[in-house]
């Protein structure tokens, strides 16, 4: 979804505020856009509908509409199957539309009107659609003006059948009345060259047709000695980047062992220390596993006895031990859920009502929502992630006051907090808000270390944050792989 942008609106009472990044988002044909609405407020009932109307000329059309009380979620036919909300996050205020597999038509005028307790929030919306070149093929377009009512549009092949191609229709109505049409469609090679646009009035039982053959000029065939010379040449790039990728892993570790003996040998050694959320703090609706180290998003909530202690607004859970001093390191299997974030929070950080989750608000976190991963600064940091994580490693320093977040999937630093105001203990923090999904610490463990000859000589110093084989050295926990069982790993170095 690099292609999305996040828009956020907040409303108050009798006041509207916005921040937008742009005057307006983009949405790229046949992909997905977010359009975004906020609520923010003390209290959001249960009992309040939100409705998304696009403005087409004079026309208002509804997109999607959910009635908090009926619990249904209503589309327009024009959208429908295309949009959804984020019913998980309605308590939180978050309002934004879904709309998937994004047309030419699509591009206009949104609001967002949302009501609840007798009174109602509006804002507007400019979606912008563009759209790249995929793959060859040659594009049609056909306009046809002055029809009523609304015609029908068929593309036809040479036999007089019905394409099987994909088309765009758009019609728009003219100030004396009458229908303006334009249809488009991508011809691919080795599609019937000959098309036939029609224009059918389905009242007077008329049509209007017109026809075109694509010269074999607009395809040059290619050499089938290039295909296997471009294969040939794929198939070596990926076998050079494989053992450059193990040759590179392997000399990383002989590298960082070099360089840090002793510190290496005391982590292996040292016994691990086995953390558990606080199943005290946990959202209502988050499960706990029996041995409290994964947590489960239901969409139900649990039978939790609600307390000061825990969340009630964002599906989240602290763990259990708290952190005041020290190096300490844990990983979390993130691969199973699809908006989450992870971090530390001072133990005075607000559970209730609607959080930013910023440092401001006494929390260090990373997340990954709306398909893009964002570090939950102010205003909050989109990340250039390679290569999705499977498990994502957290590397605490309370005496240096940094926090650095770890891609375990290549060993790449996904960000670093520094200068951290702790001011107090901070606890690990997790956030789950993708329903049914799982979430769950992992513990950590070292590749089988065994001291040879070279290692053991004296090596010469390298100063902390200097790259090393592709890694960092501030964060070398973080680049020890991990095992399938749960626990955290704290080290004294």
Known sequence: MDKQKQLLFYFYPGQLISSPPNSSIIGVIGES???????????????????????????????????????MEKQDERFQGRTEFFHSEFRAGNMSLHLKNVRSSDKGSYTCVVSFNGTYHDVLIELQVAGYHMKQGIGLTCHAVGWFPKPEVIWLDGQGQVRKEVSTTKMTMMPAGLYSVVTSMNLKPGSDMEVSCRIVNNLLNTTSESRVLISDIFFPSISKWLIIFLVILCLSMVLISTVFSKLRSKYFFVCYFSQHTEISKQFILKSMTVTKVDENTAHPNLSIAVDKKSFTHKSEAQKVTQNEESFDSFVC???????????????????????????????????????????????????????????????????????????????????????????????????????????????P???????????????????GYVPSQDLAQPQPAIEGGQKCCGGSLDAVPALLSSSQNTGVLSTPF
């Open 33 to 71: 856009v977010v359009l975004p609405c906020h609520v923010v407020a003390d209290n959001i009932p249960e009992v309040f509908s939100v409705q998304w109307i696009f403005h087409e000329l004079s026309q208002k059309i509804t997109v999607s509409r959910y009635d908090g009380k009926n619990k």
């Open 429 to 447: 923090f997790f956030k789950n808000s993708h329903k049914e999904s799982t979430m769950r610490i992992c513990s950590v463990s070292c590749p």
């Open 317 to 427: 859970v602290l763990g259990l031990e708290s952190f005041s001093s020290g190096k300490h390191y844990w990983e979390v299997d993130v691969e199973k859920s699809n908006d989450w974030d992870l971090g530390v929070a001072r133990k005075s950080a607000p559970r209730k009502g609607i959080m930013s989750l910023s440092p401001e608000e006494g929390f260090w976190a990373l997340g990954f929502s709306f398909k893009c991963y964002w570090a939950r600064t102010e205003p909050w940091t989109r990340l250039a992630v390679q290569r999705n994580p499977r498990k994502v490693g957290v590397y605490l320093n309370c005496e240096e006051k940094i926090l650095t977040f770890f891609n375990v999937t290549d060993m790449s630093v996904m960000f670093t907090f520094k200068d951290c105001a702790f001011s107090e203990e901070v606890y």
